[in-house]
């Protein structure tokens, strides 16, 4: 005969009170389902002042719908929150501290709304936990950040809560499974409601995974963060991308890399076919990409450059483009894209031959900064400044067993990112020599 005990009381506190707060909203929703006008109420009834609350929020997709839902809760009822997003990009994320509905926030991007938090601040209005890079972030949610909520996005759901993120998936798993395994709420936002299961065209979030959905007043908003009117790349950036193919790609062998954002980067890719084939270099370097879908891979891709792309997020007019090419990108069977933010930075960090990014400041030994007077852009400034310490350390220590990556060992690798960074200075010295001649002032930046 087989007994059934109930946990000791001692051990569910979390389970209790969380079954405490979704009593309180039942009566606003069918089922999981939420009604879109009644989204402010309910989070006022499921918040509590102080919870840690994850809102979804990269450098693209944003669950905007929720952010500003959130923005309108009465800060008498609500208050005092610990905030945990992953990029502050919209103004809405900024207004909860203004308005004392949050506190306190830990982050990993802030570019478009650095000023701001410097300024809030200053102001005593805003207090930073600290800045992270993505993958310590999520990796804080099952440590010492463990939410209380989550607030996310999806493309569609069904009516029992399971659902669809599209090609852009991105960081949505990350941020959701800590909450649904340690009895969090879970409220995902989404552009279409379906009646049955049958009707996504795959679950990428299950339901027992999802507290409650609601439909959005309107999609859900993407930064098409990378598609830029290529008209302005310039001819300093083909110089530099003609520099660093020769000076770094085929001098250190780059094979794999993340190519990070930016004209520079697009430069790059679009002149491999053309510049890096007259050098004999196809097959040799750039074969391995952690890379959003650029248009600007495109001519790489068509000429066989190009094996295989992991990707962060989407692109917005690529989706026919990459549903064609399932050799290329990670596709489901449907040919829709399978983005993995968290699967990506792991790779771009710890996976590739060479990085590709951008700061505030830096100095002639690497040492990097996104953090300056009045203004705190974010976690590059953590990146960058281990990203060097690692290659330091790496350049002095031997090879040690197991750190294999890529078939070739971690501390072997180092070495490689240091020559390069050494290569990329020389390089910089000498083009800023030259452009100081008045001859190629036409150059400069």
């Known amino acids: 005969m087989t007994t059934t005990t109930s946990p000791d009381a001692r051990w569910t506190r979390r389970r209790t009170e969380k079954q405490r707060r979704l009593e309180q909203v039942r009566a606003l929703a069918d089922g999981v389902v939420l009604p879109t006008d009644k989204i402010v109420a309910a989070l006022e009834a499921l918040l509590v002042s102080g919870d840690r609350v994850v809102l979804e929020g990269n450098n693209q997709k944003q669950a905007d719908f929720l952010s500003r839902a959130l923005a309108k809760v009465d800060p008498g009822k609500v208050h005092d929150l610990h905030m945990i997003m992953p990029s502050v990009g919209r103004a809405e994320h900024l207004d909860l501290f203004e308005q004392g509905i949050a506190r306190k926030l830990d982050f990993s991007f802030a570019g478009t709304q650095s000023l701001r938090i410097s300024q809030l601040l200053e102001d005593g209005l805003l207090e930073i936990g600290a800045i992270h890079t993505y993958i310590e972030l999520y990796s804080r949610l099952v440590v010492d950040l463990i939410p209380n909520v989550v607030l996310a996005a999806g493309f569609m759901a069904d009516r029992a809560g399971n659902i669809y993120t599209g090609p852009s998936t991105e960081d949505t798993p990350a941020l959701i499974e800590p909450a649904a395994f340690s009895d969090g709420i879970v409220i995902v936002q989404v552009n279409q409601l379906v009646d049955d299961v049958s009707e996504l065209p795959r679950v990428d979030i299950p339901a027992s995974w999802v507290d409650f959905v609601v439909v959005a007043d309107k999609p859900f908003y993407i930064e098409p963060l990378f598609t830029r009117d290529l008209r302005h790349i310039k001819p300093v950036h083909v110089l530099m991308a003609m520099m660093a193919i020769r000076g770094i790609y085929e001098k250190h062998n780059v094979q794999s890399l993340n190519h990070g ?157 240091s020559a390069a960074k050494s290569s990329w200075c020389r390089w910089s010295r000498r083009f800023r020599r030259a452009a100081s001649r008045p001859s190629l002032k036409r150059w400069t930046l």
């Not at 930075?345 to 900064?369: E, N, P």
């Not at 060097?388 to 350049?395: L, Q, T, Y």
């Not at 294999?404 to 070495?415: E, I, L, V, Y």
């Open 261 to 417: 954002i930016g004209f520079n980067t697009a430069a790059i890719e679009l002149i491999l076919p053309t510049y890096g084939e007259s050098l004999g270099l196809k097959g040799k370097i750039c074969r391995n990409w952690t890379l959003n879908p650029h248009p600007t891979l495109i001519p790489a891709i068509e000429s066989g450059w190009v094996e295989s792309v992991h990707c962060f997020g989407t692109e917005l007019g690529m989706e026919n483009y990459i549903a064609a090419r399932p050799d290329v990108f990670f596709t489901e069977r449907d040919g829709s894209l399978r983005s993995n933010r968290q699967l990506c930075q792991l790779a771009g960090q710890y996976a590739v031959d060479l990085f590709i990014g951008a700061t505030l400041q830096v100095d002639g030994d690497g040492h990097s900064s996104t953090v300056t007077r009045g203004r705190l852009a974010g976690w590059q400034v953590l990146a960058a400044h281990r990203t060097w310490a690692m290659i330091r350390a790496a350049d002095v220590m031997p090879p040690r067993h197991g750190w294999t990556c890529a078939n070739r060992t971690r501390a072997a690798r180092m070495p490689i990112w």
